[in-house]
């Protein structure tokens, strides 16, 4: 059995995790198998977008916490050297050039409410639930913080990682975490639509405009306009720019 099964449909391609007995947990071997995967899809120019989902009734339970207690009493510099697959994952999908959206239904806790901050858009089922309850057994979530406090912020990220509270998927999308909130019947369908409508844009736009914005979301105003400016001539200067107002254009002339 696969521990991230891939599959493809037109241009979208679906990375589902793939341990539904238990939830779907995140062990070393899962991250270094997804990362990979998410890089085979970022180089393959049929693929135009990527669903991240997990089987059975849960997006992701989080860390594999037996992996964690077989290492506990590992040295600093094991500690150190293990958490290279984890932080190559967390760097990878930002520098992709693909957008990459998060399916959740059910259980998204820990690592895999990460995961779902991590993915440039979430959508989410009604009966979804997030939250990041590491403190309760003495860990603090650090690998998904980042990810964390820019999709929610720094006060909503701090509540959530300090108390170990779960929130609803309402609550969620009031964050920032999600984007959109359907019923759970609703959801396969809602996000494999969204993912053909990103699949269908301009790639090199879709690759420059990510670049773009995860380095002005870290900039201060000032720096972010200077960045602007410095990247304005890679957009301008393409190919796809130049066909799509032609297009546009050509759909603006009035009719004879």
């Not at 970022?42 to 037996?66: H, K, N, P, W």
């Not at 089922?125 to 603090?140: H, K, R, S, V």
């Not at 913080?145 to 999308?173: H, K, T, W, Y």
Request: aromatic fraction near 6%; hydrophobic fraction near 45%; proline fraction near 5%.
């Amino acid at each position: 059995m696969a521990l991230v099964e891939l599959s493809r449909d037109g241009k979208v391609a679906t990375l589902t995790l793939n341990n539904p007995r238990k939830r779907n947990p995140l062990s070393t071997a899962v991250v270094v198998e997804l990362t990979k995967l998410l890089r085979e899809c970022d180089a393959d120019e049929r693929i135009g977008c990527v669903i991240l989902t997990g089987a059975g009734e849960s997006f992701c339970a989080g860390a594999d916490l037996q992996e964690f207690l077989d290492s506990i009493d590992a040295g600093s510099v094991e500690h150190w050297a293990s958490g290279e697959p984890w932080g190559d994952l967390f760097r990878l999908v930002p520098s992709m050039a693909k957008p990459v959206v998060a399916s959740v239904r059910g259980h998204a806790l820990a690592g895999g409410c990460g995961l779902v901050a991590l993915c440039d858009l979430a959508v989410a089922a009604e009966d979804a639930t997030f939250g990041t309850p590491e403190i309760n057994i003495g860990l603090f979530p650090l690998f998904i913080f980042p990810a964390l406090i820019r999709a929610v912020g720094r006060r909503n990220a701090m509540a959530l990682c300090l108390s170990g509270r779960s929130i609803d998927a309402a609550e969620a999308q009031r964050m920032g975490l999600v984007n959109t909130v359907v019923p759970l019947s609703e959801l396969e369908q809602f996000t494999v639509d969204l993912a053909n409508g990103l699949a269908e844009k301009p790639p090199r736009a879709m690759r420059l405009g990510k670049h773009a914005f995860y380095r002005m979301a870290e900039l201060d105003y000032d720096s972010g306009i200077d960045f602007a400016r410095s990247i304005r001539g890679a957009f301008l200067g393409g190919d796809e720019l130049r066909e799509g107002t032609k297009r546009f254009l050509k759909k603006q002339k009035p009719s004879r």
